[in-house]
């Protein structure tokens, strides 16, 4: 995985065909037995006697370690699947009321809209849109990827560099649209989709709660991240393939939510050429076994809730928080949490974006995945590829210097080649 300190390293995929790629097929490790997918097979180690296989990852992040961990989490993702299906690409129309399931619904972000973009004075009329489905699973609207791509039109079609844009719980797509605009006017093809029970994949107002409910009951369904990291993967797939976008030069970013999608989708899969997580880093294990899960437990109280209610407890503790992660998410508190994922990362650059202040996302959490990503940027001799901003006095919120920070990261990085 290492790469000269000088551009950006990338697994360039085979070279484009014609746009769009209708059927596309993911390649990934052989589907394993029943059992490892379960939660059981992903119980927490101890911090005093770690698993075997995040043992062998803690040498920073070498090569072999990462592409173990890649292997085992896409085993993961792949153990909840229907059915795999070619993925096949369907026109669809732009939303014009979407939802959002926010009892207030957000309306103006000054920060996106602090966002750089070029003073281009008809840019509205310049401003190409598309919207697709992505079929990625046999699963109904939620095998059904919802896509947005924003960009400028141009005569001539060339490669040109694309980042990825997530949003926060309980928003969705059209959310973006302030960032997808200021990205498209510098010449960036910009494009967002709705996570897994969210915008299209929604039908009302609780579809994410009740999902994330559904997982702790059932185990059939990952709601929490990892479904939608499967999304990104095939999202990638698709990508790669047009004609227009350069398959080495693509980013991926979100806030909270979609942070923590940017950076688990990046660890999956290196095809992520340029990664920003903005408000979404965290140590999971850190938080449970430091007694600071609150925030984050809190951003999806319900599941926590009705997982009490089951282990007949009176209260939410570390034990059920354990639980419930182990069961909607397996491993994310152990073998996939940030002291791994994050450093699997390199070499490719890295830009982590917190508040200061923010409770769901513990600033102290980040103190051994920042020391292990560090020593596997310096060991892949480009340290100047990693970086960590803690944004002074700032919680859990997104900030015109988040903002700005993002936009130049992916400026340096995929633009300047």
Not at 258 to 271: L, N, S, T
Request: with cysteine; proline share 9%.
């Amino acid at each position: 995985m290492g790469a000269s300190p000088s551009h950006v390293p990338a697994c360039p995929p085979p070279r484009a065909q014609l746009h769009p790629a209708p059927h596309v097929r993911t390649r990934l490790p052989p589907r394993p037995p029943p059992s490892s997918s379960s939660a059981a097979a992903y119980k927490y180690a101890p911090a005093d006697a770690a698993s075997p296989t995040s043992a062998a990852r803690m040498d920073g992040g070498a090569a072999t370690g990462a592409e173990e961990l890649r292997a085992d989490f896409l085993r993961v993702l792949r153990g909840r699947r229907s059915d795999e299906v070619e993925l096949s690409v369907e026109p669809a129309k732009p939303v014009e009321n979407p939802l959002y399931q926010d009892a207030n619904p957000p309306s103006f972000s000054e920060a996106m809209q602090s966002c750089p973009k070029e003073n281009i004075e008809n840019l509205k009329e310049l401003i190409k849109e598309e919207n697709v489905y992505l079929i990625t699973e046999v699963k109904g609207e939620q095998g059904r990827l919802p896509v947005l791509i924003i960009s400028l039109k141009e005569d001539i079609v060339r490669k040109r560099p694309t980042v990825v844009f997530l949003h926060s719980t309980h928003k969705c797509k059209e959310w973006l649209r302030p960032l997808l605009e200021a990205y498209a006017s510098r010449g960036y093809i910009a494009v967002a989709v709705d996570s897994r029970y969210h915008g299209e994949r929604a039908s009302s107002l609780t579809t994410y709660r009740e999902a994330l409910v559904s997982s702790w009951k059932k185990g059939d369904t990952m709601p929490f991240i990892f479904d939608t990291v499967w999304d990104l993967i095939k999202l990638a797939d698709y990508l790669t393939k047009r004609e227009d976008i350069d398959p080495s030069r693509i980013g991926i970013t979100g806030e909270s939510l979609g942070g923590m999608h940017a950076w688990f989708a990046a660890a999956a899969d290196k095809r992520y050429s340029v990664v920003v997580p903005i408000i979404g880093a965290q140590g999971f294990r850190w938080a449970i076994d430091n007694d600071m899960w609150q925030g984050r437990v809190d951003s999806i109280k319900p599941v926590f809730e009705e997982a009490r209610i089951d282990l007949e407890k009176s209260t939410i503790d570390r034990e059920v928080v354990e639980k419930v992660w182990n069961r909607i998410a397996p491993g994310l508190a152990s073998d996939f949490d940030a002291p791994n994922t994050v450093p699997a990362i390199a070499p490719r650059p890295l830009l982590i974006i917190n508040g200061a202040n923010d409770p769901r996302c513990p600033l102290a959490g980040l103190e051994v995945p920042k020391s292990r990503a560090s020593e596997a940027y310096e060991k892949a001799h480009c340290p100047e590829n990693f970086k960590l901003i803690a944004e002074p006095g700032i919680g859990h919120q997104v900030t015109p210097l988040m903002v700005k920070e993002a936009s130049d990261w992916f400026d340096r990085f995929l633009k300047q080649q």
